[in-house]
Structure formats: structure tokens, C-alpha cells
């Protein structure tokens, strides 16, 4: 089997992985604040995404292996070896210099990164400007799965590709197609079914505040999402700046948590803390390396648009759990899927020139992961335009990780 098979296979299941792992922590989530009668939002949101301080270890185990290429502290004008400028790595896997020595080599990259104008501190910048939206659309996203089902919460946030391309409309001038104005209709027509059939016609009334919550959090998204294609560029270390996220996290948001839920922090037990810390690895640090190397292995469009299997995928989960599923939960999630698939499609590169004349690139993969190219949950931003699978947590990238 050829090895462009094999790594395109790979990537499937890299991505069926993601799925699978978007929807597992869904349904943790809602087994914490049902099951374990923990209904704390707030507290899992901070734990949870405290855990992307994670990604700062891993981004200096990977410039101790030398397995990625280097960038400096600051932007500089000039460049060299000799220029006495400290260097970091960035997950991303340095262009191979056959024959020459590695000092050259670190040499180039860090020279190379210079050159496109990024840097260890504007991605640090970049995540703290980002984590107090971040931080309101998981806390929102999280609301709402506690008020709804799996499935309702997993269609609705899958529209923020929808806000996305909106927020990418009117702020970074995408152009919109007849294609995409039919996806956007598509998505529009699945919420109506969601929030008025499924809620209010269906009975389910109880689940609309919670499906409420989960809009705002897809909107909130798409405001994050906005924003990193703002503030990065293809060179920038997306482990710094969701390393960055996760400091913030835990210093500037843990005064605010313990203040607002203190009482909820401290009668915290040790199975809850073990589960919040289990999701938050997996969900966060976890799901968005095997993103990554999804999209790396096959397409961004592609994984983007085989993550819409989290949508089946939560119907099962419903159905485990025995949570009722109406005949307008089967309607919301079609049509979500088709607008979702066309826009997803309709933006995918080369289909509509222009793009996005943002005033700068979006940044690029993370990792050992540039090649390929989104809640966010969480999401590489050099597609977040384009591969937002979900409202929040992840990603991107994703967009729907906690």
C-alpha cells in the first residue's frame, strides 16, 4: 500500500477519533452536572481549559527534540546567526537541509520565522486577547449542555461555521456565493427546527434555555475565530497561543471562579476533579493534535467535513442515555448537515478566488501539523474561516473543546 494511502487513512481515523472524543465529552459533561448532580458550568470551564497550559510542556519538549522549527522572542528586521537573539520552536516541522548541520539548520528556521514577522510574544499576545471570549463561549456552551441534550447542543454549535462566515463577511470582506447564502439558510432553517420545533412544539420546553445558550456560545466562536484571523499570522505557534490561553485560565480567571463559586470549588470531590481534569486533556490537548494531523494527512475541507459525523454520533449517544429524540431532532440535524457541507465546500480553497482579505494571513496549523490547514473549539486559524466544526471548546479546534 502506497504511503500517501496509508497516511490518508491515518488521517480518517485521526479524524473519526475527533469525533468521537467531541461527543464523549459532551455526554461527560452532562453526566457531571446530571448523573454526578455537579451543575457547575463555571468551575468545568475553568478547569477544563486550564489544561491547555499543557501545550506549553509539550512546546518546549518539542524544541528539546528538535523536532520543530525555531522563532524568535521578538519580530526583528534583521537576521542571523551570530544576531544573539534567543529562539524558541514552534510545532512546525523545520525544512529539511540535507547534509547540513543542525546548528545551520535551527539557524535557518529561526531566521526564516523572523522573516515572517512572527513571534513568541505577539502569539502570547494573541492567546491572552483571545481567552476572555474563549472563556465566555465554552462557560455559555457548557450552560447549555447542561439544559439540553446532546444532540440539540452538537447541531447548534456546529452553526458557528455559519457566524463564522458572517463574521468573516461583514469585518474581513469574504465574499458571499449562492452557495454559502444556502448553506447559511440551511443552518438558519435547522436552528428554527431545534429552538421552535423541538422545544416548544415538541414539548420539550424545558431544553430552550439551554439551546438559547448553546446559540450564544456559536456566536461567541465565531467572534474568537474572527479575532485569531486578526491577530495571527501563518507563522504563529498556535501551542503558545492556547498555552497562553491556559495561563490565563488559571491566573486572571481563577480569582473570578472562586469568588462567584468558591463554596462549588472547594466541595469539589476528587472523582469530579479527576473526570473535569480526564475531559479536559482529551477534549483539549488530545483531540486538537489529532485534529491537526487529520487535516494535515487528508484536507482542511475534508476533516472539516467528516467531523459533521459529531452530529450522528450525538444521536447515538442520546439514544444510550435514553433521552428522547423527536421526528424535528432528525430535521434539525439534515439540514445542519447540508449547510454545513455547503459551506464548508463553497469555501474550501480555490473555489471562490478572493477569499478573505484579512489585513493579515491567519495563522497556520500547529505543529508538525503545517501542511493542511475551528468552536475551536479547537482549529487551525489559517482555516478558521473555512473549517469550524464546532461553537466551542473545539477549535475548532476547534471549536468545541472545553
Not at 500500500?1 to 469525533?19: D, F, H, K, S
Not at 459533521?308 to 448537515?337: E, G, H, N, Q, Y
Amino acid at each position: 500500500m502506497a504511503r500517501r494511502t496509508v497516511l490518508w487513512l491515518t488521517g480518517v481515523a485521526c479524524i473519526c477519533l475527533v469525533a468521537v472524543i467531541w461527543t464523549l465529552a459532551t455526554v461527560l459533561k452532562q453526566v457531571v452536572f446530571s448523573d454526578l448532580h455537579y451543575d457547575e458550568p463555571l468551575v468545568l470551564t475553568w478547569v477544563c481549559n486550564g489544561c491547555y497550559v499543557l501545550q506549553l510542556p509539550l512546546f518546549l519538549a518539542g524544541r528539546a527534540l528538535g523536532l520543530v522549527k525555531s522563532i524568535p522572542w521578538r519580530r526583528r528586521q534583521h537576521h542571523g546567526p551570530e544576531g544573539g537573539e534567543d529562539l524558541l520552536n514552534c510545532w512546525e516541522s523545520p525544512s529539511p537541509s540535507h547534509g547540513a548541520p543542525s546548528e545551520a539548520r535551527g539557524a535557518d528556521a529561526g531566521a526564516s520565522a523572523a522573516e515572517a514577522g512572527t513571534s513568541v510574544a505577539e502569539a502570547v499576545i494573541a492567546g491572552l486577547a483571545i481567552a476572555p471570549v474563549w472563556f465566555a463561549s465554552q462557560w455559555t456552551y457548557s450552560a447549555g449542555v447542561a439544559r439540553t441534550s446532546v444532540t440539540s447542543s452538537t447541531v447548534i454549535s456546529t452553526t458557528s461555521v455559519v457566524w463564522t462566515l458572517l463574521a468573516s463577511w461583514m469585518f474581513l470582506g469574504e465574499k458571499l456565493t449562492p452557495v454559502k447564502l444556502l448553506g447559511i439558510a440551511a443552518c438558519m432553517a435547522g436552528n428554527v427546527a431545534t429552538l421552535w420545533g423541538n422545544d416548544i412544539e415538541s414539548g420539550q420546553r424545558d431544553h430552550f434555555s439551554g439551546d438559547v445558550l448553546c446559540l450564544v456560545a456559536a456566536m461567541l466562536y465565531a467572534t474568537y475565530t474572527t479575532m485569531l484571523m486578526v491577530l495571527t499570522t501563518e507563522d504563529t505557534c498556535i501551542n503558545l497561543v492556547f498555552g497562553a490561553v491556559g495561563v490565563a485560565m488559571l491566573v486572571f480567571a481563577s480569582p473570578v471562579v472562586l469568588l462567584l463559586r468558591g463554596d462549588a470549588v472547594r466541595t469539589m470531590s476528587s472523582e469530579i476533579f479527576g473526570l473535569l481534569i480526564f475531559n479536559g486533556v482529551f477534549d483539549n490537548v488530545l483531540s486538537q493534535y489529532a485534529w491537526a494531523k487529520g487535516v494535515q494527512w487528508t484536507s482542511p475541507t475534508s476533516a472539516t467535513v467528516g467531523l459533521s459525523l459529531t452530529i450522528p454520533l450525538s444521536m447515538v449517544a442520546d439514544v444510550v442515555r435514553r433521552k428522547p429524540l423527536t421526528v424535528w431532532s432528525f430535521v434539525a440535524a439534515a439540514l445542519v448537515v447540508l449547510g454545513f457541507v455547503l459551506v464548508t465546500l463553497s469555501s474550501s480553497p480555490g473555489r471562490d478566488g478572493d477569499g478573505v482579505k484579512a489585513r493579515r494571513p491567519a495563522a497556520a496549523m500547529p505543529a508538525d501539523q503545517a501542511d493542511g490547514g475551528s468552536l475551536s473549539e479547537p482549529l487551525s486559524p489559517s482555516d478558521a474561516r473555512r473549517c469550524i466544526p464546532r461553537a466551542t471548546r473545539r477549535p475548532l479546534p476547534s471549536p468545541h473543546s472545553e
